[in-house]
């Protein structure tokens, strides 16, 4: 039985001006009406030409569709992939087949200056930290085992909750933190690990009975399953005085000194025992992302093999307008549009998370911005000075606008009392395999997932554009893209 405790008071960012379209507008409004006042001193004709046009350019780029973007925001995506399909920019080729000598199979795209490192710990154990080269960051991979909400009491799943926000409020007052993801990864099971586990059990000399229903055991409960998991990513940027980017051993230093409580506060909010990924763990992982047909290879061996980072980027991918083709898999990547217009409770994104009857692959990363105390004692009061100047403006406040206006006072309270400020978003990849009906089985996966993400309130939007770089975003790897911008169009889009 979930908890009844509730959860909202989501809001985007208010752009403010007038009618809020955004203070650029305004200015531009007031320029175009300064522009007119001055021409028609000489000219009433071109003082009209001068309104007509100006204040149909801001009209254009004022009215926003459900997906909050306008005109010229659908235009230019549209352009820029077409520009990246001429270009090739939306091909890529590795291994020995490809146009560059090395016969490695590099990451494409976003993912190709990221790197690993090692590093040690304060009580000398070996860890990884994932390096962006473009941004000076620096991601480390947690392992989680959540025990779940469903056998827990109503006063326990409400502790889980508020343990989460204390974890973020403690990150949004440490130094370097930029980024906290967390990816739910979910995966038909091969039944290879399950087969033998068992095998291990069975006996020579066993009766026959026994080692009949052993067989059929393994083979009616080996296939069929789903295998969950879940990684927490931190990412951090430290610099010096100077406002340089600090070496890998001073970074992974200060990250190694937060391990311990981060640990602990995982635990505390039902994350169960945090562990963090091993530079041959991240680099599996990866390899069977690009490439879902190497999991079962992988798990076949009795010890598992070793990858270099340098090749478990894809062979080939494609990416087309809505979808991406990369060695065995299909994908198609969603981007978070809104978040849910009403409250929720603790369990809304339960069937989201769970695995889906059409889906091969799925993975669902919410990605989280933490504002500083300072910053968000700021930001709660603009933003309700913003929404009070949107209600006066307003001979009759809509219910929009009064909602706008409660949600921002009580933000402003929960700041006062210390809460932080947290940006969010999230990114749904699905994944099916290569083959016959492909494209009806991507298609069959697709409805299923935006209707987990219907019954969660939340309103997803394709990558359109950009489905390579929405699949490596959504990998456990930290990516900011806030601050990753990659050279060529599909960066352009990014950004």
């Known amino acids: 039985m979930a908890s009844n405790t509730t959860y909202g008071d989501w809001m985007r960012p208010m752009p403010g001006g007038i009618r809020n379209i955004g203070i650029p507008l305004t200015i531009a409004g007031m320029g175009v009406l300064t522009c007119t006042l ?58 020995l087949l490809a146009p560059i000598d090395g016969g490695k199979a590099m990451l494409p795209g976003i993912l190709s200056r990221v790197g690993l490192t090692s590093a040690l710990d304060g009580l000398g154990g070996e860890f990884c930290l994932v390096r962006h080269a473009h941004t000076g960051e620096y991601s480390l991979l947690l392992s ?16 889980y909750v508020a343990s989460w926000a204390g974890l973020m409020e403690s990150l949004a007052s440490e130094t370097g ?16 690990r399950f087969r033998r586990t068992l095998s291990k059990r069975i006996v020579r000399d066993a009766p026959e009975l026994a080692a009949r229903a052993m067989a059929q055991i393994m083979d009616q409960y080996a296939a069929g399953g789903a295998s969950n998991d879940v990684t927490l990513t931190l990412t951090f940027r430290y610099t010096d005085r100077d406002g340089k980017y600090l070496e890998a051993g001073e970074a992974a230093r200060r990250i190694s000194l937060l391990l311990p409580s981060i640990r602990e506060q995982i635990a505390q909010a039902g994350g169960g025992a945090a562990r963090a990924l091993g530079m041959e763990e991240i680099t599996r992982m990866v390899r069977v992302a690009y490439d879902p047909a190497a999991q079962e290879t992988i798990e076949e061996s009795d ?30 990547t969603w981007e978070m549009v809104d978040p849910p217009k009403s409250n929720v409770t603790a369990d809304t994104l ?8 059409d889906c091969g692959r799925k993975r669902v990363t919410v990605l989280y911005r933490m504002l500083p105390p300072d910053k968000t004692m700021f930001m709660a009061e603009q933003n309700r000075q913003k ?14 606008s009064m909602s706008q206006i409660g949600k921002a006072n009580r933000q402003a309270v929960a700041t006062n009392q210390g809460a932080v400020m947290v940006f969010f978003g999230m990114l749904v990849t699905v994944t099916v395999s290569r083959g016959e009906q492909e494209s009806q089985r991507l298609e069959a996966a697709s409805r299923a997932v935006e209707q987990a993400a219907g019954g ?7 990558c359109y554009g950009a489905q390579d770089t929405g699949f490596a975003a959504s990998l456990p790897l930290g990516l900011n893209v806030r601050s990753y ?10 950004s």
């Open 38 to 95: 001055l021409v028609s001193m000489a000219s009433v004709v071109a003082a009209i030409a001068i309104l007509v046009v100006g204040m149909g350019v801001i009209l254009v780029l004022a009215i926003r569709d459900r997906e909050h973007r306008n005109m010229v925001d659908r235009t230019v995506e549209k352009r820029t992939w077409m520009a990246a399909q001429r270009s090739g920019a939306n091909l890529y080729r590795s291994g």
């Open 144 to 159: 989680c085992q959540p025990q779940g909400a469903s056998l827990a009491d109503d006063d326990v799943e409400d502790s």
């Open 177 to 192: 933190v930029t980024q906290l993801a967390v990816t739910v990864d979910t995966a038909p099971d091969s039944g290879v």
């Open 303 to 332: 010890e598992p093999p070793y990858i270099a980072w340098e090749d478990c980027g894809p062979v080939s991918h494609e990416a087309g307008w809505s979808h991406y083709a990369h060695d065995s898999g299909l994908s198609r």
């Open 350 to 357: 339960t069937r989201l998370l769970s695995p889906l009857a």
């Open 387 to 400: 929404a009070a100047n949107q209600v006066s403006q307003e001979k009759r406040a809509t219910v929009r």
């Open 456 to 462: 969660a309130k939340i309103d997803l939007r394709p």
């Open 485 to 494: 911008t990659p050279a060529g169009p599909l960066g352009r889009l990014l």
